[in-house]
């Protein structure tokens, strides 16, 4: 088998993407949550453990 060939061989067809409905945006996102902290109420640095989501 010749180099060209070789690589032709191990290349994958491609598959175009698709999208499933998962749920509504505002239940996959909590975006219909009001909480009553902002990004800018939390210093830059902060850590993922020391964040509130209200």
């Known amino acids: ?9 191990s290349k994958k067809t491609y598959q175009k993407p698709t999208l499933s409905k998962v749920g509504s945006f505002e239940n ?4 219909g949550v009001v909480g009553s ?5 939390f210093p830059s640095g902060t850590s993922f453990s020391d964040l509130t989501f209200s």
């Open 37 to 41: 902290k902002l990004d800018a109420t």
């Open 28 to 31: 996959v996102t909590q975006g």
């Open 1 to 9: 088998m010749e180099f060209y060939e070789m690589i032709s061989a």
